[in-house]
């Protein structure tokens, strides 16, 4: 039975065979030898380039290590790793050298600015502890090694937290990943939906929780102005 869209029915074995080849394409990229070098520059460059999805291609990765057994777990989370410490590395620099002159470019009520002003909030109440937070937070991998940068964060604490941080966040990846395939072994295209889909839900859930705190945490009283306070004095 054929499959109706706008442009004219597509037969299921049409699709099988787009599936198919798809894999295919996939499984020869992920058995190369070249998967380990592309991954650690796209886990680097989405440290200073935060539009490269580091994230997607390590839970891709994860899902081919379960359902094929390449590439290896263990190399995927070690290359993702390294490359995100790489790159939050060139991020830091970047931030030290002319971090307060890309913030001075910045709209005060984007969402870009935001994020920095949040991340610089952090900082200042939980200290290195934020590069690990931050990492789970949409934009706030880019935002908080630019802010510790930028602040004169010691780049020896830098380099520990971000230790973490990196791994962190390659174990996760890998094993969100690695759960879908393991889910459907037969159909990595699936298990990739997955895993992505829990990766999302996980943020949404986060993101949740953050803006019901945000907003039942009390206000701030405005404070008075010395004119009404002699006023409030005179009467």
Same mark, same amino acid.
């Given at each position: 039975? +054929?499959?109706?869209?706008?442009? !004219?029915?597509?037969?299921?074995p ?24 592309? %991954? =650690? !520059? ?16 390590v839970?891709? %990765? ?5 359902s094929?057994? *390449?590439?290896?777990?263990? %190399? ?11 790159? *939050? ?9 002319? !971090? ?23 900082l200042?109440?939980?200290? !290195?502890?934020v ?28 380099? =520990? =937290? ?37 990766? =999302? ?11 019901l ?5 009390? &206000? +701030?009283?405005?404070?008075?102005? +010395?004119?009404? &306070? ?6």
């Amino acid at each position: 039975m +054929p499959i109706v869209r706008s442009g !004219g029915p597509v037969p299921i074995p049409t699709l099988v065979v787009m599936n198919d080849a798809i894999i295919h394409a996939v499984e020869g990229f992920v058995t190369s030898p070249w998967v380990y070098a592309v %991954l =650690f !520059g796209i886990a680097a460059l989405d440290g200073f380039f935060p539009v490269v999805p580091s994230e997607t291609l390590v839970i891709t %990765l994860g899902v081919f290590a379960a359902s094929t057994g *390449d590439p290896q777990l263990v %190399l995927v989370i070690v290359v993702a790793a390294l490359g995100a410490f790489t790159g *939050d590395h060139i991020s830091y620099w970047i931030g030290r050298k002319s !971090g307060q002159k890309i913030f001075a470019k910045l709209k005060p009520e984007s969402r870009s600015r935001k994020a920095y002003d949040r991340v610089g909030k952090m900082l200042e109440e939980r200290g !290195g502890l934020v590069l690990v937070v931050a990492r789970y937070i949409p934009g706030g991998r880019t935002a908080a090694t630019l802010t510790t940068g930028a602040t004169g964060f010691p780049r020896r604490s830098f380099t =520990f =937290f971000d230790a973490i941080a990196a791994s962190s966040w390659a174990i996760y990846s890998a094993c969100l990943g690695y759960v879908g395939g393991a889910a459907f072994e037969d159909t990595p295209l699936l298990g990739v939906a997955l895993g992505l889909g829990i990766a =999302f839900s996980i943020t949404l859930l986060h993101e949740g929780v953050r803006w019901l705190r945000h907003r039942r945490a009390p &206000q +701030p009283e405005a404070q008075e102005t +010395p004119a009404a &306070q002699e006023t409030r004095s005179a009467a």
